[in-house]
């Protein structure tokens, strides 16, 4: 058997190299974090960069300080159902807009389709005053009811995420051959039917990004949800560990544990999901 000696190109190879730089100077922040998060309060400004062992600085203090301050549950469940309402609707919504500007032709269609382009190019911070004003109006914001504040983020966090994933989602749908939709059609389905037999399986991968996107942007989301949650049942978790920052102050093993505990698993499920996020944007980007 002939070997073949592989040669890398000088352009790839730095390409590689600055890759390489790229990604730790992104993970090694998080592992010092992490680091500091067992070592104890009076030895992380003397001594940051070592690795605590037992004996010489190593303590779970940090963590037990913060599970018997801070309520990280009642956090956890309100970052949760906002971001999972967040999700389900984009995806629900989103996935039907998407569907019907690719394959129905009326009249409007294209400046809808401007629209939802143009609705990338305003930020959040320039809409949270009138959105405010007309929340208030319906009585949802502010009221000090939970149900009603939680609502009140999540109405502005869907309607956010919703042109982005119209987008993403109008890429894929597009590559779907419409044979198989002219072959359900011939069988006696519906266009329900249709787009949730044949559209949402065949383009699962694209359907999986746009969650993932939605979700993260929903639970990382602090400016819309320090505006609107104002009482402390309300508080989610990114308000939970703002509100940790300004409390410990010069506590760094304690703000550690915290951003440890509120990270970690975002970060598993974002590792864990992160073949269906870069197959859902390739595979939109490139049959679209």
Same mark, same amino acid.
């Given at each position: 058997?002939?070997?073949?000696?592989?040669?890398?190109?000088?352009?790839?190879?730095?390409?590689?190299?600055?890759?390489?730089?790229?990604?730790?100077?992104?993970?090694?922040?998080?592992?010092?974090?992490?680091?500091?998060?067992?070592?104890?309060?009076?030895?992380?400004?003397?001594?940051?960069?070592?690795?605590?062992?037992?004996?010489?600085?190593?303590?779970?203090?940090?963590?037990?300080?913060?599970?018997?301050?801070?309520?990280?549950?009642?956090?956890?469940?309100?970052?949760?159902?906002?971001?999972?309402?967040?999700?389900?609707?984009?995806?629900?919504?989103?996935?039907?807009?998407?569907?019907?500007?690719?394959?129905?032709?009326?009249?409007?269609?294209?400046?809808?389709?401007? $629209?939802?382009?143009?609705?990338?190019?305003?930020?959040? !911070?320039?809409? #949270?005053? @009138?959105?405010? /004003?007309?929340?208030? =109006?319906?009585?949802?914001?502010?009221?000090?009811?939970?149900?009603?504040?939680?609502?009140?983020?999540?109405?502005?966090?869907?309607?956010?995420?919703?042109?982005?994933?119209?987008?993403?989602?109008?890429?894929?749908?597009?590559?779907?051959?419409?044979?198989?939709?002219?072959?359900?059609? $011939?069988?006696?389905?519906?266009?329900?039917?249709?787009? !949730?037999?044949? #559209?949402? @399986?065949?383009? /699962?991968?694209?359907? =999986?990004?746009?969650?993932?996107?939605?979700?993260?942007?929903?639970?990382?989301?602090?400016?819309?949800?320090?505006?609107?949650?104002?009482?402390?049942?309300?508080?989610?978790?990114?308000?939970?560990?703002?509100?940790?920052?300004?409390?410990?102050?010069?506590?760094?093993?304690?703000?550690?544990?915290?951003?440890?505990?509120?990270?970690?698993?975002?970060?598993?499920?974002?590792?864990?999901?992160?073949?269906?996020?870069?197959?859902?944007?390739?595979?939109?980007?490139?049959?679209?």
């Amino acid at each position: 058997m002939n070997s073949k000696k592989m040669r890398l190109h000088p352009a790839a190879l730095a390409t590689y190299l600055v890759l390489i730089f790229w990604a730790c100077t992104t993970v090694y922040p998080f592992l010092w974090v992490i680091l500091n998060s067992f070592r104890e309060k009076g030895r992380i400004r003397s001594d940051s960069f070592s690795i605590p062992l037992p004996g010489s600085g190593f303590t779970l203090d940090n963590y037990r300080t913060a599970m018997e301050r801070f309520d990280f549950g009642s956090a956890y469940a309100n970052s949760l159902i906002v971001s999972v309402t967040v999700t389900a609707a984009v995806v629900l919504i989103a996935g039907l807009a998407a569907y019907g500007l690719v394959r129905y032709r009326f009249r409007g269609r294209k400046l809808l389709y401007s $629209l939802i382009m143009a609705g990338m190019m305003f930020p959040v !911070f320039s809409t #949270i005053i @009138p959105v405010f /004003r007309m929340e208030a =109006a319906w009585h949802i914001a502010s009221t000090g009811n939970r149900w009603l504040s939680l609502l009140s983020v999540i109405l502005p966090q869907i309607a956010g995420n919703l042109c982005f994933a119209i987008i993403v989602l109008m890429g894929f749908i597009q590559s779907v051959p419409i044979d198989l939709e002219e072959s359900a059609y $011939l069988d006696g389905c519906n266009v329900f039917q249709v787009y !949730f037999h044949i #559209i949402v @399986p065949t383009a /699962r991968s694209s359907f =999986a990004t746009v969650a993932i996107f939605s979700f993260l942007w929903s639970y990382n989301d602090l400016f819309t949800q320090n505006f609107f949650l104002r009482f402390p049942a309300e508080k989610t978790i990114t308000l939970l560990l703002n509100e940790i920052s300004s409390q410990a102050g010069v506590n760094y093993g304690l703000m550690a544990a915290s951003v440890v505990i509120i990270v970690i698993p975002v970060l598993a499920v974002y590792i864990a999901l992160q073949k269906n996020i870069i197959k859902g944007l390739t595979a939109g980007a490139i049959k679209g």
